[in-house]
Every structure is written in structure tokens, then in C-alpha cells.
């Protein structure tokens, strides 16, 4: 009897360790997958600058080149 009680606590320990370590795992899934969309964007938005840059730098050229 006392084992049989003991060995459903373990077992329920058991379950519940499993439970918390499935949920860390999909958590830190989430956190890598946000960390990814975050420098994707970054370089997304960085690429948009620099195109943006490089389109007022050619009519700033073509401008000066108009006016002589």
C-alpha cells in the first residue's frame, strides 16, 4: 500500500517534470524564432535605408547635373 502510493507520487512527479521541460522547449523554440524575425527585420529595414539613400543621392546627382 505505502509503496503503491509512493510510486504514483514519483510517477505524477514524473509527469509534471515532463510537462514543465516540453513547455521550456517550446518557449525557448518561440524566443530563437523572435530573435530571427527581430535581425531579419533589422537587416530588412537596413537594406530599405540604403536603397532609400541611394535614390536621393541620384536625384540629388541628376538635379546638380540639370542645373549647369
Known sequence: MF???E???IQED???LA?????RRRLVHIEVQG???GVRRTFSNLS???ALAEQI???????KGSHR
Not at 19 to 23: E, R, Y
Not at 57 to 63: A, C, E, G, N, T
Open 3 to 5: 509503496l503503491d502510493q
Open 7 to 9: 510510486l504514483k507520487k
Open 14 to 16: 514524473k509527469n509534471r
Open 19 to 23: 510537462i514543465c521541460c516540453d513547455l
Open 35 to 37: 530573435i530571427w524575425c
Open 48 to 50: 530599405l535605408g540604403l
Open 57 to 63: 543621392l541620384s536625384f540629388l546627382r541628376d538635379r
